[in-house]
């Protein structure tokens, strides 16, 4: 049972709170990220470019730069190949 909090952050070079705490900044810029969608689409002057520079903020974070353990593919290598 303890695996399954650990297998992942491991595959992707974390521990469970390093894991933790990239997953709880990155759910923080998308929560930024989303609510400046919100206002400019009410006010489309506003907030012209904060949602699509988060998302290539947050895609280069997550898939250029993580490194992951050779024989631990998951999901974080599927998505780096395009898959």
């Not at 650990?6 to 609510?35: C, K, W």
């Not at 947050?58 to 631990?72: C, E, F, N, S």
């Amino acid at each position: 049972m303890f695996r399954r909090f650990t297998d992942h952050p491991a595959s992707v070079n974390e521990t469970y709170f390093q894991h933790m705490g990239m997953a709880f900044g990155f759910g923080i810029r998308m929560l930024m990220g989303s609510l400046a969608c919100f206002v400019h689409g009410l006010f489309p002057w506003v907030c012209l470019t904060r949602g699509s520079d988060t998302i290539r903020t947050l895609h280069h974070r997550m898939v250029t730069h993580r490194v992951v353990r050779p024989g631990k593919a998951d999901r974080a290598t599927a998505v780096a190949a395009g898959d």
